[in-house]
């Protein structure tokens, strides 16, 4: 059975007037550099909580350290900022 590679939120997208909830920042713990996190690039992730699932696509990098971006099909609650979220694709 594969294991599967869980990341975490961060936080969503923020710029100086907005916050765009449906893009967050994910840290992958295994994830170190650019060159690793930039492999992620177009996988789906899925955040789920009891019988909800939002899908989201990993979309660009963040920064240097390895944070990725990613774009949800429907908004992510605020409750969802600093659980898990799995890649599944």
Not at 9 to 24: D, F, H, L
Not at 26 to 53: C, D, M, N, Q, Y
Request: hydrophobic share 35%; proline share 3%; aromatic share 4%.
């Amino acid at each position: 059975m594969a294991q599967t590679i869980q990341g975490i939120i961060k936080n969503y997208r923020v710029g100086p007037r907005t916050q765009r909830s449906k893009e967050c920042i994910i840290k992958f713990p295994h994830v170190t550099s650019v060159s690793e996190a930039s492999r992620l690039i177009g996988r789906k992730v899925a955040w789920k909580v009891g019988k909800k699932k939002i899908v989201g696509k990993i979309v660009d990098l963040h920064g240097g350290k390895g944070l990725v971006r990613a774009r949800f099909r429907k908004g992510v609650p605020g409750q969802a900022l600093g659980t898990r979220v799995e890649l599944v694709g």
